[in-house]
């Protein structure tokens, strides 16, 4: 709850007028408690989970991209898509929805903070950089740990039920999964932690992140190719297709993991040998696995 009961009183506290930003949060959060504040977290992921992966499902059900898609024989409905859907909404609800509740008092004691002033520009992005190098490194190793003979066959063998994953099947996974998961989202914010608003900004990214490298469709001209070390869908799509016998590409976001561990091996082999035989059938983009 902001401490001030006016947007003039906020601004004499802080000695200098609000942004813009800052009266639409002061609007939004000044008789909302920090507890009702942090409970929007789940609406975030609701509304993002639902929305973003929809223009893939406009792609996979036109056709129109299909000299893009990374595993062109296989092909799905939109009651497949839906089925997927409702399956993660319900581990949503469940699992985090859960978690949620959990998680407040460490997120209380770590100091993530909702009041004002917003923080500036810079510390978000710092911040964000941040999240997303501890993310990506911490979740390599619980993944490759998923990828034991037991981790696998008790718990990671869900979410590897897609050979050829969608956008919705980027959090599909059994509910131990979304569980130990959460320990590198929440390690980033917990080394270095902010605003919420930055919180939600940062699930927000990273859900879209795995949304895009689970569409199962490659655009040679995404934004997210000028990342530097970034995966993208070719890189976790192979790791899909090759399935539970992969010891390759477990990294989440970037490829340096992989590359420094050497478990893109097998990933650079078969990449060299698509390059070949590309260029004795002189065959043009589209057929990638077959
Ligand atoms: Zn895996
Ligand atoms: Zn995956």
């Known amino acids: 709850m902001i401490p001030y009961p006016t947007v003039q009183d906020a601004s004499v506290a802080l000695g200098r007028n609000l942004t813009w930003f800052e009266t639409v949060w002061f609007d939004y959060s000044a008789t909302k408690s920090d507890f009702h504040v942090y409970c929007h977290t789940i609406l975030v992921l609701f509304l993002v989970f639902s929305l973003a992966p929809l223009p893939f499902v406009f792609v996979e059900l036109t056709g129109w991209f299909e000299r893009f898609k990374i595993q062109p024989k296989v092909k799905y409905s939109l009651s497949?898509?839906?089925r997927c859907y409702k399956d993660v909404m319900k581990l949503f609800v469940l699992v985090v929805g859960t978690l949620q509740f959990v998680t407040y008092p460490s997120i209380q004691m770590v100091g993530i903070r909702s009041g004002l002033p917003l923080p500036s520009l810079?510390?978000?992005v710092a911040q964000l950089v941040v999240y997303f190098l501890i993310e990506d490194y911490t979740n390599y190793w619980i993944h490759r740990w998923l990828h034991c003979k037991w981790g696998f066959e008790k718990i990671h063998r869900v979410h590897h039920e897609y050979t050829s994953p969608i956008g919705y099947?980027?959090?599909y996974a059994h509910w131990a999964e979304v569980l130990l998961l959460g320990i590198p989202t929440f390690l980033g914010p917990a080394i270095a932690p902010g605003h919420i608003m930055t919180f939600w900004l940062w699930i927000s990214l990273r859900q879209m992140e795995a949304i895009e490298t689970h569409s199962g469709y490659d655009f040679p001209?995404?934004?997210?190719?000028?990342i530097p070390f970034y995966g993208g869908a070719e890189y976790h799509d192979?790791?899909?297709y090759v399935g539970g016998q992969s010891q390759s590409n477990f990294a989440s976001v970037f490829t340096?993991?992989?590359y420094i561990y050497g478990t893109d091996k097998g990933y650079r082999v078969h990449k060299k040998l698509l390059q070949q035989i590309k260029e004795e059938t002189e065959e043009k983009g589209g057929k990638k696995y077959d």
Not at 221 to 226: D, G, Q, S
């Open 122 to 124: 810079m510390e978000i």
């Open 169 to 171: 099947a980027s959090p």
């Open 221 to 226: 001209r995404a934004l997210t190719k000028l």
């Open 256 to 258: 340096y993991c992989d």
């Open 238 to 240: 192979y790791h899909h």
């Open 80 to 82: 497949d898509m839906f």
